[in-house]
């Protein structure tokens, strides 16, 4: 089968790129190499994929016509939306950016999924959705009307777009809320790999709501493994969804999301003792207030993934953060 991936020099594009042609499958990459994070990083990433069964077009979401041929010429069956503006706090900086690709470049992902007889489209949501919302662990199931950043916003206005276009046009969609993604060819601008630099560099961290933070960090090859055994499952319609009491996670029309978290949330401070714990050094740590748009905790209930597809992220976190650190030592030549 063909898949295209868009993102695919991104984190977890280029990730799931490698899975799907070492599954069997040829795959098409679209992504814009912009320099929100080092571009080396992003064309080093695309050295480790196989070329035999991978073809790459360097395009912007937003760029309608080109989007629109290269659907038409390469006729994918099933589509995976990773790319996106990404970043909470950078949401603050340059709002616009967050509406230019995750808004309307996600708008011409579904209208080519819409007019090339895609099977299936997948699309990255984010945990950051849930916003307020106190009640733990995270359901697919929770309202999530309260977001307290742009970009949280703009994933969920990617949900109800792609409800639409399921309801209208019977697209099958299938949005993923991931949870703290981390490991190695991670991005830059992340805790995991800021924290190693600084720690490494004997440089000082910034620990925000006082080291009071929880995350549900989930391995970058558990997300993988959970988008390809989805790509074939395509969201069907929930014959028992009614109108007067609304499940938010699926529809009479063919559409579902998942939650995809390590459904265990880890203490920031275990966290960096992980990190510390590997590199055999400790860190300075600068104690601050919650920025705005973070949240103090993310959980993931991941059952209805568990029950759909048998599998549920379990890799455990110093386990995760060792692959993380073995990978950023030898890519960057240093030796501890």
């Given at each position: 089968m063909k898949v295209l991936i868009t993102g695919v020099a991104g984190f977890i594009g280029s990730h799931l790129a490698r899975k799907m042609i070492m599954l069997g499958h040829e795959v098409v990459g679209i992504d814009n190499i912009n320099a929100y994070y080092s571009i080396q990083l992003k064309e080093d990433r695309l050295k480790t994929i196989d070329k035999n069964n991978f073809k790459f077009y360097k395009v912007n979401l937003e760029d309608t016509k080109s989007l629109h041929e290269i659907f038409e010429d390469e006729a994918p069956q099933?589509?995976?939306?990773?790319?996106a503006q990404a970043g909470v706090r950078y949401s603050l900086e340059n709002p616009k950016a967050y509406?230019?690709?995750?808004?309307?470049?996600?708008?011409?992902?579904?209208?080519?999924?819409?007019h090339?007889?895609?099977?299936?489209?997948?699309?990255a949501s984010s945990s950051s959705v849930y916003g307020a919302n106190t009640s733990k662990p995270f359901s697919t199931?929770?309202?999530?009307?309260?977001?307290?950043?742009?970009?949280?916003?703009?994933?969920?206005?990617?949900?109800l777009m792609a409800h639409t276009y399921s309801h209208l046009y019977n697209l099958p969609t299938t949005g993923l809320r991931f949870f703290t993604v981390y490991g190695p060819w991670g991005r830059p601008d992340m805790a995991l790999f800021k924290f190693t630099k600084?720690?490494?560099?004997?440089?000082?961290i910034d620990v925000y709501n006082h080291g009071n933070m929880m995350r549900d960090f989930t391995y970058v090859d558990d997300i993988v493994e959970a988008i390809s055994r989805l790509v074939e499952k395509p969201a069907q319609s929930n014959q028992s969804w009614r109108g007067d009491k609304p499940d938010p996670s699926s529809s009479y029309a063919p559409y579902k999301i998942y939650n995809i978290g390590n459904n265990s949330p880890v203490r920031l401070m275990e966290f960096v003792e992980a990190i510390e714990n590997k590199l055999g050094k400790k860190a300075k740590k600068n104690f601050m207030d919650l920025q705005p748009g973070d949240v103090?905790?993310?959980?993931?209930?991941?059952?209805?993934?568990?029950?759909?597809?048998?599998?549920?992220p379990e890799t455990k976190i110093q386990d995760g953060v060792d692959k993380f650190i073995d990978w950023y030592l030898d890519y960057y030549k240093i030796e501890v």
């Open positions: 099933f589509v995976v939306n990773l790319a509406i230019d690709s995750n808004v309307v470049g996600f708008m011409n992902i579904l209208e080519c999924c819409r090339y007889n895609v099977k299936h489209l997948i699309y199931s929770d309202n999530v009307d309260h977001p307290l950043s742009l970009y949280a916003a703009t994933k969920k206005s990617n949900e600084a720690i490494v560099n004997d440089e000082v103090p905790e993310t959980y993931a209930n991941v059952d209805d993934l568990f029950r759909d597809i048998d599998f549920k």
